[in-house]
């Protein structure tokens, strides 16, 4: 049994509605959410809902999946036909097909269709309309499958917002100490000009008036610039 299935990661999105038929959707929801997961290793789960009135399922084996690839003509491993499969859903071309009935609003069939790109193969899922407790079930799920992925992804931004506060707090720290640095730099840098200046006094006679105290401040003054 192939063991993708086992860390197939929840997929959530909007698929674009494309209605045919007599009443092409007059009155019914436009917006539509598709979550599609694995609910145990060996099954592949869809479920699409507008949280009204309308949801649909469909359920794949893994033999059925393997019918779909060869249907499809996806060619490689069972692992390569997965990520295309999965890619394919996470792309932005999933559209949610549905069939009205003639002088109805209801609908008579639907499919979910996803392509990874234009001219590559696609992938469908004929969807079945569930009513009733199994449609309430479905919603009450999806909501709470939803929420989970929510929670996931704010812990996710509040982990990376503390990152990034640690962060800044390191690069002032690091800042303040190049400052520190610099400020030592330029101490000793003075400190060597001020050494020079005075060593320099030997070589000055002062005495004798070759170079006078002003001319002397003013070469001094010159060192420590």
């Given at each position: 049994?192939p063991?993708v299935l086992?860390?197939?990661e929840p997929?959530?999105?909007?698929p674009?509605?494309?209605?045919?038929?007599?009443?092409s959707?007059?009155?019914?929801?436009s917006a539509?959410v598709?979550y599609v997961?694995s609910?145990?290793?060996?099954?592949?789960r869809i479920c699409?809902?507008?949280?009204?009135?309308?949801?649909?399922e469909?359920v794949?084996?893994v033999?059925?999946?393997e019918?779909?690839?060869?249907?499809?003509g996806?060619g490689?491993s069972w692992s390569?036909?997965?990520?295309y499969l999965?890619?394919?859903?996470?792309?932005?071309d999933?559209?949610?097909?549905l069939?009205a009935?003639?002088d109805s609003n209801?609908?008579?069939?639907?499919?979910?269709?996803a392509q990874?790109?234009?001219?590559m193969p696609?992938?469908?899922?004929s969807l079945t309309k569930?009513?009733?407790a199994?449609?309430s079930?479905?919603?009450a799920n999806?909501?709470?499958?939803l929420f989970?992925?929510?929670?996931?992804l704010q812990y996710?931004f509040?982990e990376e917002?503390?990152?990034?506060l640690q962060l800044?707090?390191?690069?002032?720290?690091?800042?303040e100490?190049n400052?520190?640095?610099?400020?030592?730099?330029?101490?000793?840098?003075?400190r060597?000009?001020?050494q020079?200046?005075?060593?320099?006094?030997?070589k000055?006679?002062?005495?004798?008036g070759?170079?006078?105290?002003g001319?002397?401040c003013i070469y001094?003054?010159?060192?420590?610039?």
């Amino acid at each position: 049994m192939p063991a993708v299935l086992e860390e197939f990661e929840p997929i959530f999105g909007e698929p674009k509605v494309e209605w045919t038929g007599s009443c092409s959707g007059l009155g019914q929801s436009s917006a539509f959410v598709f979550y599609v997961h694995s609910p145990d290793s060996s099954h592949l789960r869809i479920c699409v809902s507008d949280f009204r009135h309308t949801t649909w399922e469909s359920v794949r084996s893994v033999w059925q999946l393997e019918d779909m690839r060869d249907s499809v003509g996806i060619g490689g491993s069972w692992s390569d036909f997965i990520h295309y499969l999965v890619a394919s859903i996470k792309s932005e071309d999933v559209k949610l097909l549905l069939e009205a009935l003639p002088d109805s609003n209801d609908t008579k069939s639907a499919k979910l269709v996803a392509q990874k790109s234009k001219g590559m193969p696609r992938i469908s899922f004929s969807l079945t309309k569930l009513t009733g407790a199994a449609a309430s079930d479905a919603v009450a799920n999806l909501s709470q499958e939803l929420f989970k992925a929510f929670k996931g992804l704010q812990y996710l931004f509040m982990e990376e917002q503390e990152r990034r506060l640690q962060l800044t707090k390191v690069i002032s720290v690091e800042k303040e100490k190049n400052e520190i640095v610099q400020s030592q730099l330029e101490l000793n840098s003075k400190r060597q000009k001020l050494q020079k200046a005075i060593n320099s006094l030997d070589k000055v006679d002062l005495t004798n008036g070759q170079n006078p105290p002003g001319k002397f401040c003013i070469y001094f003054c010159e060192m420590l610039l």
